[in-house]
Structure formats: structure tokens, C-alpha cells
């Protein structure tokens, strides 16, 4: 299926520290090629390159020391390639319905962002996927904002993009979703429920640092006016490069 309309791009985040990370991503490629040839580009960060080469995508690797999924600062590397004026910012681990996905690819041009779905979201094998077998324990959240998003390029830029301070992952697309509200973009929802594909969670989520920064970040947030928080974008969100530049200074 072709929209001549719509130029998006798909922006995939993923960091291979499971194996079964590889298997989500092939049934999520899968997923996105049997309706669409949309470009997808797979983004990882890590300290050596772990992903295989594949003609379904265009990889891009960016060397980083941080050994937690920075799934801010990986998403934020679109902007380095990405062209289109519309993007899709997606999971690897999620799959999402294709009617809603299209009524989506339609509002897209009269929205800043779009999220395909309004909640709940369901953890779920592939298999139950399929044989839509999952029942009311499968339910892992509500609602959400996290998984999926469409939006303009420029308007997700214009926004801040994804905010570097958080470390790992967990908050930063709760805190995204209340900065563009704030800001006042034009942000679209469409009912209906999300599917997560269940994996074992390599729990360095549970370090109380990490828990706490960002728990901070997310308040600080949140407690900003509108002003500070244009302030707080303008100076810019605390890079994973600016990090280390600040670090060597105090070093020397």
C-alpha cells in the first residue's frame, strides 16, 4: 500500500541486549511490510555493533559507554538522516493495528502528532497475536503514550524532540507527551489498544539512580510554566554529548 501523499519514514530504536530483541524486530519488519514501503530505519546504540545487516531497513550505529537503553538520545539521532516531513517513531517490540494506522496516515497533514491508539495496551506473545487468543491478564497498562508515534518532522524537533536527561528508559515519553501539551501542538488520538510483545526485562530499570533522576526530571518538568519550559528546550536538554564535554571540563 502506497500513500503518494505522505513521505514518513519509520524510526526504530533498539539496543540487542536480548536475543529476543532480534526476534521482535523481524515480526514487527514483517508487520510493516506486508501493508506498507514506507522507508524504516533502524537506529542502535551501543558499544559495538550488535545488529545484523538486512534489506528490509537502513541501519545506523552510533558508538555510546552508557550500558542502559538511552531511548532518548537514540531516538534523537533521526534528526541526523531523517528528511521526510513526516516520521513514524516506533518500538521494536510493539505491534499495532493497521485500520487505525491508516486513519492515522490521513489526520497526519492536520496534526502535529498522532498517537494510533488510545489505550489499553496488551503484553502479549506473537502467537496470542495471532490467534487474538490474550484475555484481561494480558493487560499491561490502561493507558499510555509510550509504543508508537506519528508525527511531523519539524514539529518534533521544534518540540525539544525526546528529553536526554532521563536515563534508560521510563518517564521520558510521559513527560514528552505533557510538554507538547503544554506547548500547545495539535496532537491527535485515535481508539483503540496497542500490543506489546512480552520479553524478559534485563531489570537494570530497578537501579533506585536511575529511578530517582529521572523520577526529578519528570517533577521539574512538570512544575515548569510555559516560558521556562521554551527556556529549558532553547538551551537544550543535557545531550549524551554535551554530558561528556561537561564531564572532561571538570576533569581538567
Not at 536475543?19 to 515480526?27: A, M, Y
Not at 487468543?133 to 525539544?160: H, P
Not at 545531550?239 to 572532561?248: G, L
Amino acid at each position: 500500500m502506497h500513500y503518494e501523499i505522505i513521505m514518513l519514514e519509520f524510526i526504530i530504536p533498539i539496543k540487542i541486549d536480548l536475543k529476543i530483541r532480534e526476534k521482535h524486530l523481524d515480526i514487527l519488519l514483517n508487520h510493516i511490510n506486508r501493508k506498507y514501503d514506507f522507508p524504516i530505519n533502524v537506529i542502535e546504540c551501543d558499544l559495538v555493533p550488535k545488529l545484523k545487516n538486512d534489506n528490509r531497513y537502513k541501519k545506523y550505529f552510533y558508538k555510546v559507554n552508557f550500558e542502559y537503553f538511552n531511548r532518548s538520545y537514540t531516538i534523537n539521532r533521526l534528526k541526523d538522516f531523517c528528511q521526510s516531513n513526516f516520521i513514524c517513531i516506533c518500538d521494536a517490540d510493539i505491534i499495532f493495528d493497521y485500520t487505525r494506522f491508516n486513519k492515522a496516515l490521513k489526520q497526519l497533514e492536520n496534526f502535529d502528532f498522532i498517537f494510533p491508539y488510545t489505550g489499553p495496551i496488551y503484553n502479549i506473545s506473537i502467537k496470542q497475536y495471532l490467534e487474538k487468543t490474550f484475555s484481561e491478564d494480558s493487560l499491561y497498562a490502561i493507558t499510555s503514550n509510550s509504543g508508537i508515534l506519528l508525527c511531523k518532522r519539524d514539529s518534533f524537533i521544534q518540540s525539544g524532540m525526546f528529553n536526554e536527561n532521563f536515563k534508560g528508559w521510563g518517564g521520558e515519553e510521559q513527560e514528552f507527551y505533557h510538554r507538547i501539551h503544554k506547548l500547545g501542538f495539535k496532537i491527535g488520538k485515535i481508539k483503540g489498544p496497542l500490543y506489546h510483545l512480552n520479553h524478559f526485562r534485563k531489570n537494570i530499570f530497578k537501579n533506585k539512580d536511575l529511578i530517582e533522576n529521572n523520577r526529578i526530571e519528570l517533577e521539574k518538568i512538570k512544575q515548569m510554566d510555559i516560558n521556562e519550559l521554551k527556556n529549558y528546550i532553547e538551551k537544550g536538554f543535557l545531550s549524551y554529548e554535551k554530558a561528556i564535554r561537561h564531564a572532561n571540563k571538570e576533569i581538567q
